[in-house]
Nanobody, 124 residues
């Protein structure tokens, strides 16, 4: 069974940093792309970042550009999200997701497998 397990969430003050990790099964990790989404209370789930299988192409939401970095470790079957200069508006449940093949976008529908989510809370 394909599984994605997130870790690294927690409470941090404004301006602080957190690093999220996602451990994935081989099938999930070896697909077209891996991504991170987030959902704040009362808000729709939104795209945060994605990385192609090769690791050479990354895409970020405008709201996190310059602050977040997505990366992957092939040997460990993990994808990470380094989050710096955190703001209260970054508070959300963060989900790791796998896209097995190209579907034209990085919308939610383009991703096939999802983790359970990890809570990130940024206090002011």
């Amino acid at each position: 069974q394909v599984q994605l397990v997130e870790s690294g969430g927690g409470l941090v003050q404004t301006g602080g940093s957190l690093r999220l990790s996602c451990a994935a099964s081989g099938r999930a990790f070896s697909g077209y792309a891996m991504g991170w989404f987030r959902q704040a209370p009362g808000k729709e789930r939104e795209f945060v970042a994605a990385i192609r299988r090769s690791g050479g192409t990354t895409v970020y939401a405008d709201s996190v550009k310059g602050r977040f970095t997505i990366s992957r470790d092939i040997a460990k079957n993990t994808v990470s999200l380094q989050m710096n200069s955190l703001k209260p508006e970054d508070t959300a449940v963060y989900y790791c997701a796998s896209s097995t093949y190209y579907r034209g976008s990085y919308s939610q529908s383009a991703f096939d497998y999802w983790g359970q989510g990890t809570q990130v809370t940024v206090s002011s």
